[in-house]
């Protein structure tokens, strides 16, 4: 698995083990609105799903940290 860390950040690929932290940060208004775009919500459903596309996506055409 490839990283990257400094200071005060470490990149690394997503994992399954994320979708806990990432829906609490999609759900925080002040990052939806402001940073994602998003107006509404996300469920875990919406979640999960997203991380499983992301995760069997084999056409090395973007990169997830």
């Known amino acids: 698995m490839i990283s990257y860390e400094g200071k005060t950040i470490r990149?690394?690929?997503l994992q399954?083990?994320?979708i806990e932290k990432s829906?609490?940060?999609?759900?925080d208004?002040?990052?939806r609105e402001?940073?994602?775009g998003i107006r509404f919500p996300v469920t875990r459903e919406l979640e999960t799903g997203w991380?499983?596309?992301?995760?069997?996506?084999r056409?090395?055409?973007?990169?997830?940290f």
């Open 11 to 13: 990149l690394r690929p």
């Open 16 to 18: 399954k083990t994320d």
């Open 23 to 27: 829906l609490k940060w999609r759900n």
């Open 29 to 31: 208004p002040v990052i």
């Open 34 to 36: 402001n940073l994602i």
């Open 51 to 57: 991380y499983e596309s992301v995760l069997e996506d």
């Open 59 to 64: 056409s090395n055409k973007r990169v997830i």
